[in-house]
């Protein structure tokens, strides 16, 4: 693909846009490591919603998204919305609790809320673990998706993007703090946004010329793309497994792997493309997209912006917010933007994809020039992008800079405040000034680039590196919520969760080499919490002093705190007030509500230009989202009077002495 001047003229001036202003910041960030890394707790909470939204939308997530509907239809993103059940119930349940922490980063929590040497070793592990390893395996995933979109469009080798990406990120999030990283987000946020939709709309228009006639249109197209689609299905076949060209037999029977997805008419025996629920019948497939997501998987599973209990850089902005209430806005302002808003123009670009490239020897054939280790069903988005008129292109080039961007700096400005706050000062070295932790944070964050770009050469598809992500997580989830509501939860039991879902995750697959990701990711999670849980019952309790101190700051609800709270001098009163705990629950159950019965209605509505009776359920829909948004509304009216309520007591408190 060409670019033309006017291309680069808007390539170059959304770069400018996105990443002058936040030059700006870079005197503020550089006062003190509160202001490098948690923006000084000033954060307006619109600031911090259209962060968290930006930040998860990256180079990779398009990609995936695309994967996954031409492998499993439009119901393979179930392994992801289910994570509305855990992102709502970090906004009810848990950001004012987090907020209410004032701690830094979510890995000071633990020597607030554990004791004795075992909280200062999770807090160091957990540094090292999650900011390095497990961060630069994401920053990984973030950095393939932006080669092979590089590779797919401009036929660039891999190691050009990964030094172009490298200097662009390294150099700004070195220089600009968290600041400068918010502000870069929030006007990436809208170009990314608007490069999307012009991506399925000219999808929409490649479609209609080809099923409908030179000049359709793109509401043609997608007329003519639901009317086709709506009686295909994707099958995905067993096929023998073949390493180095030879058929793999055991013990005298063919080993079976998935093969490449095959469309067809439907016919009960594959998963329809635009159904939005899986085809239960296929029990396997069901498993894996959709029982195991919404029954076991988003509150057993530690996945970074999706975390159980809230943690990662959903925490790190939540810390930054400049009150309880803040937080607790900030934090819905994502989840609705994050479940809602962005999804379907990924989805129509995806369903598209499959009549212009039903089959990975098509997608070959369109890019003679591209390495075809690279190719892949992820590969079909950045495809698509070939359609795009010029000067969209350069929007779509703009836009593709700033998701890899927004992403990539999050997670060297969160990586960094691991290993600068919660290892190197706590500790290394624990008496230096403000300005030597900030050009150590400068200097791990081009370590963690140049490691996170070395990973990304041994990646294949953006599939694969969710599964790992999944895999060396489960188990885990259900600990980052229980520490909240039961004092039994301790530092050691953090630890052997860690331990175990990292042991898991290695010896299952191998003990397991013919079960699915499902069953395999059903047995982790059953061992890995099973071990903490008699580890809560048998280990090191934590000490009674740091247990009552943490009760007092942060006045968790529920009965695993009963005698924590009576000795702590909390009464029953000031704990309801503070957490309203009814008013959650309803919130949580309306927030998840009004997210799936918008996401869906949206879907219907798009669906109905070609199959006119999904109308009816689109208005059912829109119905349900409107009784449910208006009890949200209601909820949050309170818990946000509520929280400024809160927060002029602790002022007043403070004031005090």
């Known amino acids: 693909m060409q670019l033309t001047w006017i291309d680069w003229a808007i390539v170059i001036a959304s770069i400018l846009i996105c990443f002058v202003p936040a030059l700006f910041y870079a005197k503020r960030s550089s006062q003190s490591t509160s202001e490098f890394f948690a923006s000084g707790r000033s954060v307006p909470w619109w600031l911090a919603g259209l962060s968290m939204v930006a930040t998860t939308f990256s180079s990779d997530t398009p990609n995936w998204v695309t994967e996954q509907v031409r492998r499993y239809g439009v119901a393979g993103n179930w392994q992801w919305w289910a994570f509305v059940l855990t992102g709502v119930a970090t906004v009810f349940f848990f950001a004012r609790l987090w907020r209410r922490s004032g701690v830094m980063t979510d890995l000071e929590f633990y020597e607030h809320r554990y004791s004795g040497k075992a909280a200062s070793l999770v807090r160091g592990f957990r540094a090292v673990y999650l900011g390095f390893f497990f961060n630069c395996f994401i920053m990984g995933m973030v950095t393939l998706a932006a080669c092979k979109i590089a590779n797919i469009l401009f036929g660039m080798p891999a190691w050009q993007t990964i030094v172009i990406c490298g200097v662009l990120n390294v150099v700004f999030a070195a220089h600009s703090g968290l600041w400068g990283v918010l502000i870069i987000d929030m006007i990436q946020f809208f170009i990314k946004m608007t490069a999307v939709f012009a991506a399925a709309w000219f999808s929409l228009v490649e479609v209609g010329e080809r099923l409908v006639g030179k000049g359709a249109g793109g509401w043609a197209g997608l007329k003519a793309l639901v009317e086709k689609l709506s009686t295909q299905q994707v099958v995905i076949p067993k096929v023998q497994k073949m390493v180095d060209g030879v058929a793999q037999v055991k013990d005298g029977v063919p080993v079976m792997v998935e093969g490449q997805p095959v469309m067809s008419v439907i016919n009960g025996t594959g998963q329809p493309f635009l159904d939005m629920l899986p085809n239960f019948s296929m029990s396997e497939l069901a498993l894996m997209i959709f029982i195991l997501p919404i029954a076991i998987g988003w509150w057993a599973n530690w996945y970074p912006g999706a975390e159980p209990g809230g943690g990662s850089y959903i925490a790190q902005r939540m810390l930054a917010s ?31 994809s499959i009549i212009v490239y039903p089959d990975l020897a098509s997608i070959k054939s369109a890019f003679p020039a591209a390495d075809v280790a690279l190719i892949g069903h992820d590969s079909a988005f950045p495809a698509m992008l070939k359609f795009l008129p010029v000067g969209f292109v350069g ?28 290892f190197y000062r706590r500790f ?34 953006a599939q694969q590196a969710f599964e790992v992500l999944l895999s060396i997580g489960a188990g885990t989830g259900l600990i980052y919520i229980a520490r909240w509501f039961w004092w039994r939860v301790s530092a050691w039991c953090e630890i052997v969760a860690m331990v175990m879902s990292l042991v898991t995750s290695l010896a299952v697959p191998l003990l397991m080499p013919d079960t699915g990701f499902a069953t395999r990711t059903i047995v982790q999670v059953t061992i890995t919490t099973l071990a903490w849980l008699i580890t809560a019952y048998v280990g090191p309790e934590t000490d009674r002093a740091t247990l009552i101190s943490f009760y007092r700051k942060v006045k968790p609800v529920g009965p695993g705190w009963t005698d924590i709270r009576a000795e702590a001098g909390v009464t029953d009163a000031e704990v309801a007030q503070e957490n309203r705990i009814g008013s959650a629950l309803l919130g949580w159950i309306s927030g998840c509500v009004v997210i799936w019965s918008s996401l869906f209605a949206i879907g ?27 009890v949200l509304l209601k909820v949050t009216q309170q818990l946000w009077a509520d929280s400024t309520a809160s927060q002029a007591r602790e002022d007043e408190r403070l004031k005090q002495g």
């Open 604 to 630: 219907n509505f798009l669906y109905s230009s070609g199959d006119p009776t999904r109308l009816k359920m689109a208005w059912i829909l829109t119905a349900v989202f409107a009784v449910s948004g208006y």
């Open 428 to 461: 290394i070295n624990k008496d230096a000034t403000e300005g030597h932790y900030i050009n150590v944070g400068r200097l791990s964050t081009v370590v963690l680039y140049v490691f996170a770009a070395v990973l990304s050469l041994f990646m294949t598809s």
């Open 395 to 422: 929007l779509m080039v703009g836009g593709l800079i700033a998701a890899n961007s927004s992403t990539i700096l999050t997670h060297l400005n969160w990586g960094s405040s691991y290993l600068v706050h919660d």
């Open 322 to 352: 400049k009150s309880e209430k803040d937080s607790l806005g900030g934090t819905l302002f994502f989840n609705i933007a994050h479940y809602v808003l962005r999804p379907w123009p990924w989805i129509i670009t995806a369903l598209c």
